[in-house]
């Protein structure tokens, strides 16, 4: 009887220690669900900032993607411009993504009366109109690499932040 009672016992004991172990392994594996969704996506967009604009870049494509900050055009100032680093190599003309482009009131005008050809997002800071700029006749020397381009543009996020944001038929 004596042996019977203290079987008892040890079985209750084990049984014990392995519910404390499910309930802590549940509670591990919550957490780490927790900052796999919170944490690490994060992670897998390198972020452009300027005074104005956000850019987030998939890390996936940190070695297609050139991100250039120098103001190359005379008619307006170039906040910044993206390329795709393959087609840039073949030609520098080649390959760009997008720009962000700063202008005044009468410039932005001008660019929405010729029909607006490759804007697509407009914000006002109550000084200055920002533009994001995407290319409307893209050519590559095959298909695949149009379709490689056509992903990275599809990825790429750009926002103004606290400016207020319209779309070129809104203004």
Known sequence: MKEDSQYRFNNSRAYKKLMCMTIALIIIAILSLLYATLVIPS????????????????RKYRNVVTVDASDTDDWMHQVVALYYKPAQEFSKDFGLILSVK????????????NGGDGVRTMANDGNYW????????????????????????????VSFGALQVAMPNER
């Open 43 to 58: 992670y897998k967009y390198e972020l452009y900032r300027d005074d104005v604009v956000d850019i987030s870049i998939p």
């Open 102 to 113: 700063r202008c005044n009131q009468g410039q932005m005008e001008s660019i929405l009366e």
């Open 130 to 157: 920002y533009f994001v700029y995407e290319p409307t006749d893209v050519q590559w020397r095959t298909p695949e690499e149009g379709v490689k381009y056509q992903q990275v543009c599809n990825e790429i996020m």
